[in-house]
C-alpha cells in the first residue's frame, strides 16, 4: 500500500515543477500558492510511505497531518481565491490568512499529547493518536473542510462562466477535471477515517493523478474555426 502514495508524491512534484516552470515567466501570486500546496501534498506523501513501509513516528505523522490533512487544502483554495479575485487586499487577506493558519497549526502540532499505541497502527486515526475532540484532531475538520468546498466553489463557478464557449473548451474540461480530483482526494477522507488504507492510499494517487491531468488539458489552446 506504500506503493500509491509514493505515486502521489511522484506526480505531485511533477505538477509543481510545471507550475514552476510557468511561474517563473509570469510571476502570478496563485499558481506561487499552489505550487506551495503540491510540494506539501508530495511531503504529506512521502510521510505516508514512511509510515506505512517502516512505521509511523511522531514526526512523519505530524508532516503527514499538518501538510496533508491539514494545510494542503487551504493553500489550493487560496491560490484559487487569487486567481479569480484580483483585487489587492484579496491577495493580502489571502496570504495573512494562509500565515496565521500555518502558524496556528505548527503551534498546535508541537505541544500535542501523541498516543505511541495509536501510532503503531498502520494507518493511525488522528482522534486516536492525538484524542477524540483535541485541538490537534480538530485542525482538519476546522481549517480543511471548509477550504475545500472554498475551492470546489471557485472551481465550479469558473467552469460555469466558460460553458459553451469553443474558445476555451480545453480550459472548461481542466477546471471540472481539477474539481472531480480534489473532490476524489476529499473523499479519501472517508476512508482514512474508517482505517483502510488501500481506499486511501488509491485516492490519494487517483486524485492528485486527476488535477494533473486537468491543469496539462487547461493549458491547452482551443483552436476555433474562423466564421
Known amino acids: 500500500m506504500w506503493v500509491f502514495p ?18 517563473a515567466t509570469r510571476r502570478a501570486s496563485h499558481e506561487l500558492l499552489w ?39 487551504p493553500f489550493l483554495a487560496g491560490g484559487e481565491m487569487l486567481l479569480l479575485f484580483r483585487a489587492p487586499w484579496v491577495r493580502w487577506a489571502t496570504w495573512l490568512a494562509l500565515v496565521f493558519l500555518s502558524a496556528f497549526t505548527v503551534a498546535t502540532l508541537q505541544g500535542a499529547a501523541m498516543d505511541p499505541v495509536a501510532l503503531a497502527e498502520t494507518l493511525p486515526l488522528g482522534r486516536e493518536v492525538f484524542g477524540a475532540g483535541s485541538a490537534a484532531q480538530r485542525l482538519a475538520p476546522t481549517i480543511a473542510y471548509p477550504a475545500y468546498i472554498l475551492l470546489v466553489a471557485g472551481a465550479t463557478w469558473s467552469a460555469w462562466r466558460m460553458r459553451g464557449r469553443p474558445d476555451v473548451r480545453a480550459r472548461f474540461v481542466g477546471t471540472v477535471l481539477i474539481a472531480v480530483g480534489a473532490t476524489v482526494v ?42
Open 186 to 227: 476529499a473523499a479519501g477522507a472517508a476512508f482514512a477515517v474508517k482505517g483502510m488504507l488501500a481506499g486511501f492510499s488509491a485516492t490519494l494517487a487517483a486524485g492528485i493523478s486527476i488535477m494533473f491531468l486537468g491543469f496539462l488539458r487547461a493549458a491547452r489552446r482551443d483552436h476555433v474555426a474562423a466564421a
Open 35 to 73: 505550487i506551495v500546496a503540491l510540494a506539501m501534498y508530495g511531503l504529506a506523501s512521502l510521510a505516508v510511505v514512511a509510515g506505512v513501509a517502516g512505521g509511523w513516528t511522531r514526526v512523519e505523522y505530524q508532516v503527514y497531518w499538518a501538510l496533508g490533512a491539514v494545510l494542503n487544502v
Open 6 to 23: 509514493l505515486v502521489a508524491a511522484i506526480v505531485a512534484f511533477a505538477f509543481g515543477g510545471r507550475l514552476a516552470s510557468t511561474w
